[in-house]
């Protein structure tokens, strides 16, 4: 469910009405009168709420989905006599699903810290919060936590006890918890890097999720951690992110992960817990890193990695298969003088 501290939802909006905005087809049978309240992915809808389906890789998502109703294509589809929701049909489904974004949600706010509001945030016994900071309406601040010069503090933030965000550090649309630790110039929150091309241009998605961080987190300083498109981008506890460190939306990951300088994570990938991300690497968007993997820095990961395997090289491979290939290239070099 999309949070309501963060964004202002205009629906509830008919079955009918979408419809014809979208210029979609529904089935026979589908009900125009029926109220649509909201969006959500297909894995969390539910029954008054609508979801996409865009893409083959979550039919088992779209079988089992517990939507209202969903946006997708016909030849998605065809050749299957039921549905488990109403359906509506589109030729360009991703278009189709922003424009019902920014229909339910048309005043998503990215202007963060044009004014102070610390009178009507509640702030907990102890904490220090600089004068030049800016503090959002209807913020929760546990105790002792402290917030630095020029830091910006979204509306309807919450950050639990003890943490520390540093100067020019900007959390918004986040729930933290406590003993954080957000280094200075970091940005959580921020818009996740959602567009879809449609006839006049590229489009901006709004991104409608939230950045959950557990407890013993450090987000390094100048890093960027992407608030979800619909469902979350979490964080989970004892993590500890390097500085200039890039997450995607919709990453989920594990518990006392490290994550090294530079790295960069794409969008809606999975890092089980205790992993280890070498610095400068990079991960390609839906991969999922299992529970202690490592990565070697300069790595280009572009499928899943297993648990506890290591590996290097771009793109990544296991660690010893990747030592072979830079000793054959060595020996190669040695004996001709060139690569070869």
Not at 129 to 153: E, Q
Not at 187 to 197: C, E, W, Y
Not at 199 to 216: D, F, H, S, T, Y
């Amino acid at each position: 469910m999309i949070d309501a501290r963060f964004f202002i939802n205009v629906g509830p909006f008919t079955l009918g009405d979408l419809a014809d905005r979208l210029g979609g087809q529904l089935a026979h049978n589908a009900p125009r009168d029926f109220n649509v309240t909201d969006l959500a992915p297909l894995d969390q809808a539910g029954k008054s709420e609508i979801a996409l389906f865009a893409d083959g890789r979550y039919r088992p998502a779209f079988e089992q989905t517990q939507a209202g109703i969903v946006v997708t294509n016909a030849d998605l589809v065809r050749g299957r006599p039921s549905a488990p929701c109403h359906l509506i049909n589109v030729p360009a489904p991703r278009q189709a699903f922003a424009d019902l974004a920014w229909l339910f949600y048309p005043n998503v706010e990215e202007a963060l810290g044009l004014y102070d509001d610390r009178e009507n945030a509640n702030l907990g016994d102890a904490c220090r919060i600089a004068d030049s900071a800016r503090i959002g309406r209807g913020a929760i601040i546990g105790v002792r936590t402290t917030v630095g010069a020029n830091a910006v503090i979204g509306a309807g933030v919450v950050i639990g006890d003890d943490c520390t965000i540093g100067p020019n550090a900007t959390v918004s649309h986040a729930i933290i918890g406590s003993r954080v630790h957000v280094y200075s110039g970091a940005i959580v929150g921020a818009q996740g890097f959602g567009f879809v091309p449609g006839a006049k241009g590229v489009q901006r998605v709004p991104q409608l999720g939230r950045v959950l961080i557990g407890n013993n987190v450090e987000i390094g300083a100048n890093s960027t951690v992407d608030r979800g498109a619909l469902a979350d981008t979490i964080i989970g506890d004892g993590t500890v992110l390097d500085n200039l460190i890039q997450i995607g939306h919709n990453c989920r990951i594990g518990r006392f992960v490290v994550l090294c300088g530079q790295a960069g994570v794409a969008g809606s990938v999975t890092i089980g817990d205790g992993a280890v991300i070498g610095g400068a690497s990079s991960i390609a968007d839906h991969v999922a890193i299992g529970a202690g993997a490592k990565l070697a820095g300069g790595s280009g990961v572009t499928h899943d990695i297993s648990a506890g395997e290591i590996v290097a090289g771009y793109p990544a491979i296991p660690v010893r298969d990747w030592h072979r290939q830079a000793i054959g290239l060595e020996r190669m070099f040695s004996r001709t003088g060139k690569l070869g």
